[in-house]
């Protein structure tokens, strides 16, 4: 007798734990977010537009922080990545040209900028060091990883993933979107 009012205990605790906890994940549910994400709703859908975003990724776990719209200044230094001509600051033969995802180089505090490098479709591994923005061209799309992380998906076309400083890249995986 005493084991089937335990168990009726039990059952009562785990229906009134339930009922409480209802409320919360309702609200998760209104809001658009599931657990783990990191992304609000109308941040996701930008960055599903197709026009030219820039993504904050935490350089830690490699997850995105917040999307926004690119401005028309930073649009404007970005087409200057595809400069071909010898005064644009890229690696040869590693251009960052037109079709081609850009790792810029970011200023050091004891000289001027390293050198942006400009990938090709496919995956492509390496070390490269003082690593800032990558820029992915409209037509691909763009998973990069350093020596911490990698970013959670395919980034792209026509995004700007920031990492938010001076990463050591080890791979880029570009493909056609």
Same mark, same amino acid.
């Given at each position: 007798?005493?084991?089937?009012?335990?168990?009726?205990?039990?059952?009562?605790?785990?229906?009134?734990?339930?009922?409480?906890?209802?409320?919360?994940?309702?609200?998760?549910?209104?809001?658009?977010?599931?657990? =783990?994400?990191?992304?609000?709703?109308?941040?996701?859908?930008?960055?599903?537009?197709?026009?030219?975003?820039?993504?904050?990724?935490?350089?830690?776990?490699?997850?995105?922080?917040?999307?926004?719209?690119?401005?028309?200044?930073?649009?404007?230094?970005?087409?200057?990545?595809?400069?071909?001509?010898?005064?644009?600051?890229?690696?040869?033969?590693?251009?960052?040209?037109?079709?081609?995802?850009?790792?810029?180089?970011?200023?050091?505090?004891?000289?001027?900028?390293?050198?942006?490098?400009?990938?090709?479709? =496919?995956?492509?591994?390496?070390?490269?060091?003082?690593?800032?923005?990558?820029?992915?061209?409209?037509?691909?799309?763009?998973?990069?990883?350093?020596?911490?992380?990698?970013?959670?998906?395919?980034?792209?076309?026509?995004?700007?993933?920031?990492?938010? =400083?001076?990463?050591?890249?080890?791979?880029?995986?570009?493909?056609?979107?």
């Amino acid at each position: 007798m005493k084991i089937s009012s335990i168990f009726g205990s039990i059952a009562v605790g785990l229906l009134v734990v339930s009922v409480a906890s209802g409320p919360s994940v309702a609200n998760a549910a209104d809001s658009g977010a599931t657990e =783990g994400d990191t992304l609000s709703v109308s941040e996701e859908n930008l960055l599903q537009s197709g026009v030219p975003v820039k993504v904050v990724i935490d350089e830690e776990t490699g997850l995105p922080l917040h999307v926004e719209q690119l401005t028309q200044t930073e649009l404007n230094e970005l087409a200057g990545l595809t400069d071909t001509s010898a005064s644009a600051r890229t690696a040869y033969p590693n251009a960052c040209t037109t079709g081609r995802g850009c790792w810029r180089g970011v200023a050091l505090p004891s000289g001027p900028p390293s050198q942006s490098i400009g990938f090709s479709v =496919g995956v492509t591994t390496g070390t490269w060091n003082n690593r800032g923005d990558f820029w992915v061209p409209a037509g691909v799309k763009a998973k990069i990883c350093w020596v911490s992380n990698c970013t959670d998906r395919h980034y792209g076309p026509s995004v700007l993933i920031e990492t938010g =400083g001076n990463v050591v890249g080890t791979k880029v995986d570009l493909v056609r979107s």
